[in-house]
């Protein structure tokens, strides 16, 4: 699981990197506008980065203690899984969120950049 993880931050972090200068290809950048996107591709690397190892890690506790409540109680079966599905799935919301920030911020033009 650590491995898919760690392949997955990988992948996501080099798209980032290279859609930067893609974004800025279309008209005349500065180096001071490299700069910035360099920075913001990095910082949004990185955000996905902690919030898909905090979704994975909130996702596993869910699962792990739903299915101890199962096992304890298998008559609850039922009402922990709708619980646990809403609850994996806002989880999982919260990942999104954190992408599509992330490429706002890739390709939204701060201040006429």
């Known amino acids: 699981m650590l491995k898919k993880i760690l ?6 972090t080099s798209l980032m990197h290279f859609a930067a200068p893609l974004v800025m290809a279309a008209g005349e950048v500065s180096n001071a506008q490299y700069g910035y996107y360099g920075y ?4 949004c690397s990185f955000g996905l980065a902690i919030a898909a190892l905090g979704g994975s890690i909130g996702m596993s506790n869910a699962v792990v203690s739903a299915l101890n409540g199962m096992a304890r109680n298998p008559g609850a079966a ?12 806002l989880i999982e919301s919260l990942v999104i969120y954190t ?6 911020l890739l390709f939204v033009k701060p201040y006429g950049m």
């Open 78 to 89: 039922g009402k922990i899984t709708t619980t646990l599905l809403i609850g994996l799935a």
């Open 99 to 104: 992408l599509v920030i992330a490429l706002i």
């Open 40 to 43: 913001i591709a990095l910082g």
């Open 7 to 12: 392949v997955l931050c990988f992948t996501i």
